[in-house]
């Protein structure tokens, strides 16, 4: 694992859980959720057992805690979905970082390591969805609900539309990604598409 390099706006408690959280993303998708324990977690962040779990109480919660570290969600709700009243802006960074973190290698080989454990240990994929899409969907949900109450834009069926946006960003660069095919051609109007995305969302539900 690469050295966690020190922040100088963390204490010390918080730069222990970020080391943590590093390790335990780089063992769960290195070696699988079921094959990795808190004792190499602890040993690879640099870090006692004691503290790992004073940090995070269980596995399943470390595990969650790692996909939203990686999903950054928390950020998206505090400094994108604040206002009702520009949609287009906002939906426009959103689609700025969500389309980069779609086809980021973490959130790739997270979302395969799922997927490869998904018959033997079904829960694992559970965790995910819930840390990850799930609470992005919430999110999305409760912004088309405010924006809906201002009446310049209805949407039908705002979880519906929230999941809509979302697979249509995905578009064909993650499903090439997701089949381990190369995406060259596709980097360069990779702004565009998402652009055009946007676009069309807002001018389908516009009143």
């Excluded at 996909?67 to 950020?75: A, F, K, Y």
């Excluded at 190369?182 to 980097?187: A, F, G, H, P």
């Amino acid at each position: 694992m690469e050295s966690v390099t020190p922040n100088e706006n963390l204490t010390r408690s918080e730069q222990k859980r970020l080391q943590i959280l590093e390790a335990a993303m780089e063992l769960f998708c290195g070696q699988g959720f079921p094959n990795t324990s808190m004792d190499e977690v602890a040993k690879l962040a640099g870090v006692s057992k004691q503290t790992v779990y004073s940090h995070f109480g269980s596995k399943d919660e470390l595990f969650v805690a790692s996909i939203e570290s990686r999903c950054v969600v928390q950020r998206l709700a505090e400094d994108v979905f604040t206002d009702p009243s520009q949609p287009e802006i906002a939906l426009s960074c959103f689609a700025e970082y969500f389309g980069d973190l779609i086809v980021s290698p973490e959130a790739l080989k997270v979302f395969t390591t799922c997927v490869a454990q998904s018959e033997t240990h079904p829960g694992i994929s559970a965790l995910f969805f819930d840390a990850g899409p799930q609470h992005l969907l919430n999110l999305l949900t409760g912004y088309f609900e405010d924006v809906h109450k201002l009446g310049v834009y209805q949407f039908d069926d705002c979880r519906s539309c929230a999941v809509r946006l979302c697979l249509m960003m995905y578009g064909e660069m993650r499903l090439k990604l997701e089949l381990g095919l190369n995406v060259d051609d596709l980097v360069e109007g990779r702004a565009d598409y998402l652009t055009g995305c946007i676009t069309m969302f807002l001018k389908a539900y516009k009143v």
